[in-house]
């Protein structure tokens, strides 16, 4: 069974520092693995997604990138802005069904 | 393009109510999912249609929950009665294809049972 999980739970830096987010996935046998960005009382918005054979993938100041031997991706936010406060989660489809296995989410607060 | 609608935004009931959601998906796409997201978690899947066809309710609490995608549209998520538990935010979402395809989500609908 995929389980996935996001450290740090909560996250929290001052404006312009570069960080790393962090997922990680028990089953390596994924299709893709995606990135996306909650804001409070809202819903998901996809940032990002890395199919299986990609190494990472980039848009603006996001680099997210895959290793799936070892069961790891990561965010990279450079140069962070407080708009880049917010809630941001990875999932891995399950299987080929479609079914999103969701972390529970790293809350990033971006300080002025 | 218009994105995922859902309707309500919030809904406050009493517990053993009724409620229902709608989910209007983005044109086109053919597949459509329900989740359920509770408070600090990454929200877990419901149902899943294909068209009009649910092909994956096994997450779905069938003694109360119901869905209906009569046209291979819109749907409507429905809870009777309402218990405190299912206090949530429910995420609709919709891809073009089946299977590892983009998810693209609507703003959810915030369910508070008192």
């Known amino acids: 069974k995929q389980e996935v999980t996001q450290i740090p739970a909560a996250l929290s830096v001052p404006e312009g520092e570069n960080l790393v987010l962090n997922c990680s996935f028990t089953?390596?046998?994924?299709?893709?693995l995606q990135w996306f960005r909650q804001d409070p009382g809202k819903g998901l918005t996809s940032l990002l997604l890395?199919?299986?054979?990609?190494r990472e993938q980039t848009s603006g100041r996001l680099n997210a990138s895959l290793d799936k031997s070892s069961g790891r991706s990561t965010l990279y936010i450079a140069a962070s802005q407080p708009g880049d406060s917010a809630t941001y989660l990875c999932?891995?489809?399950?299987?080929?069904?479609?079914?999103?296995?969701f972390g529970q989410g790293t809350t990033l607060q971006v300080k002025p | 393009e218009a994105g995922v609608v859902q309707s309500p935004r919030y809904k406050i009931i009493e517990k053993k109510q009724p409620v229902a959601f709608w989910c209007n998906p983005i044109?086109?796409?053919?597949?459509l999912y329900w989740y359920r997201q509770n408070l600090g978690q990454g929200p877990e899947l419901l149902i899943r249609?294909?068209?009009?066809?649910?092909?994956?309710d096994s997450q779905l609490p069938k003694d109360r929950f119901s869905a209906e995608r009569l046209k291979g549209v819109d749907s409507t998520l429905k809870i009777q009665p309402a218990e405190l538990g299912d206090s949530a935010v429910y995420l609709c979402?919709?891809?073009?294809?089946?299977?590892?395809?983009?998810?693209?989500f609507g703003p959810g609908t915030r369910l508070t049972v008192l």
């Open positions: 979402a919709s891809s073009l294809e089946l299977g590892t395809d983009t998810q693209y």
């Open positions: 089953d390596s046998a994924i299709y893709n």
């Open positions: 890395i199919q299986s054979s990609q």
């Open positions: 999932a891995v489809p399950s299987s080929n069904t479609g079914k999103l296995i």
């Open positions: 044109s086109g796409h053919n597949t």
């Open positions: 249609y294909e068209n009009e066809e649910a092909v994956d």
